[in-house]
C-alpha cells in the first residue's frame, strides 16, 4: 500500500472481480496510444508553472488522456468533467487520485482543446500516430480506398448568433436534406487504415478534395461511384495509379449478360475491397459516437477529426500493436 486511502468508489472497483467493458477498453488504449510520442509533440506548446508562483498547470500527461477519453466516449467538456468526478476507472487512466489531486473543470478542459486548435495540432496528432504505426511495419503505400461521410450539424438557431452554423451546409443524398459537413478519408486497401483525411461543409463535391486523399505512391484507387470521372481532373494528371472506380447502378444494370459484360461489372465494382472504407466510419460515427457536431467551425470540426481519425487507426491496429508492445 502506498498510504493513500480509497473512497468507496475506488474500493469497489479495486475489489471486483469482473472487469467493465470500460476498463478493458481502457486498458488496450493505454497500451497501443504512444504517450512520450505525443507528449513530446504537445509539450512546446503546453503552459509551463510560472516563476510568480499562482497555481501550476495539470500535468500534460493528464489531460491529453482526459481529451482522448473525450473522444472515445463523445464527451461534452462539462461531461467529461462529470465523469471524472463520477467515474474511478477513466479517473485512474487519467492519473487522478481524488482525495489529493484537483480535478479539472470543464473550463480548463475547453481550454486544453483549444490549445489543440489553435496550433492545428489535431493534424499532427494524426501524423505522429502514422509514424508510430509505419515503425511498426504498418505501412500504408500500394492502393487507395476513397470516400467521404456525411456528419449532422445542429440545424437550430435557438444560441446566442441566432443562426445555424454559418461554416455547414446542407446537401441532397437520398432524396433527403442534410446540413452539416463531410469527412473524406483516404484508407489503405490492404489495411484498411486511414492515411488522408479532409473535412469540407456537406455541399462539397466528393471529387473536390479527392486529389488531397492520395499519397502519390499507390498504384490503385478504388472509389465509389459518386467519383465517376476522378482520373480525367487536371489535378490527377501525372499520376501513375489505376483508377479502379464503380459504376453508377443504371450503367451496371445496362450490361449484357455476357462473360464479357460480367467482367466489366466486377472490375468497376469491387464492393468487397471498397468496403473496408466503411470500417473507419464505422468506428467514427458508432464506436466513437461522432454523428453530430458538438463545436461550431470547421477549424475546431477539423482538429477533432484528425484526431478521431488517429484514435480509430489505434483502434483498428490494436490487437496487432498489443502482439508487438
Known amino acids: 500500500m502506498d498510504g493513500k486511502q480509497l473512497g468507496f468508489g475506488d474500493y469497489e472497483q479495486a475489489t471486483a472481480k469482473k472487469r467493465t467493458k470500460r476498463e478493458k477498453f481502457l486498458a488496450e488504449m493505454d497500451k497501443v496510444v504512444p504517450w512520450q510520442a505525443l507528449i513530446d509533440l504537445l509539450e512546446l506548446h503546453y503552459p509551463r508553472s510560472s516563476s510568480k508562483g499562482g497555481r501550476p ?4 500527461a493528464t489531460m491529453l488522456r482526459i481529451h482522448l477519453m473525450q473522444q472515445w466516449y463523445s464527451l461534452s467538456d462539462p461531461g467529461m468533467e462529470e465523469a471524472l468526478i463520477e467515474v474511478p476507472t477513466m479517473r485512474r487512466f487519467a492519473g487522478i487520485d ?3 489531486d484537483r480535478i479539472p473543470d470543464e473550463t480548463t478542459i475547453l481550454a486544453f482543446r483549444h490549445l489543440l486548435e489553435k496550433h492545428n495540432l489535431g493534424e499532427q496528432i494524426f501524423e505522429t500516430v502514422k509514424a508510430h504505426l ?9 492502393g487507395t480506398i476513397i470516400d467521404a461521410t456525411l456528419i449532422a450539424a445542429p440545424s437550430s438557431t ?3 448568433a441566432g443562426e445555424r452554423d454559418p461554416e455547414m451546409h446542407q446537401t441532397c443524398k437520398g432524396k433527403q436534406w442534410h446540413f452539416g459537413m463531410k469527412v473524406h478519408i483516404g484508407v489503405d486497401k490492404d489495411t484498411g487504415l486511414i492515411h488522408s483525411v479532409e473535412t469540407t461543409a456537406a455541399n462539397v ?3 473536390t478534395p479527392a486529389v488531397d486523399l492520395l499519397h ?9 461511384a459518386g467519383y465517376q470521372g476522378i482520373e480525367k481532373g487536371e489535378e490527377m494528371e501525372g499520376k501513375a495509379a489505376n483508377f479502379r472506380v464503380a459504376m453508377r447502378p443504371g450503367k451496371r444494370r445496362a450490361l449484357p449478360d455476357t462473360p464479357e459484360g460480367r467482367l466489366e461489372n466486377l472490375v468497376g465494382a469491387k464492393a468487397h475491397i471498397r468496403a473496408k472504407v466503411e470500417h473507419p466510419f464505422r468506428v ?3 464506436q466513437f459516437g461522432f454523428q453530430k457536431t458538438r463545436l461550431r467551425g470547421m477549424t475546431k470540426n477539423r482538429c477533432k477529426v484528425n484526431v478521431l481519425a488517429a484514435l480509430t ?8 500493436l498489443l502482439l508487438t508492445s
Open 57 to 60: 498547470p495539470y500535468p500534460l
Open 98 to 100: 481524488l482525495i489529493s
Open 134 to 142: 509505419k515503425k511498426r511495419r504498418m505501412a500504408m503505400k500500394q
Open 158 to 160: 435557438k444560441n446566442k
Open 205 to 207: 463535391h466528393d471529387l
Open 216 to 224: 502519390g505512391e499507390e498504384v490503385v484507387v478504388y472509389a465509389d
Open 284 to 286: 467514427i460515427k458508432q
Open 313 to 320: 487507426n489505434l483502434f483498428l491496429a490494436r490487437h496487432q
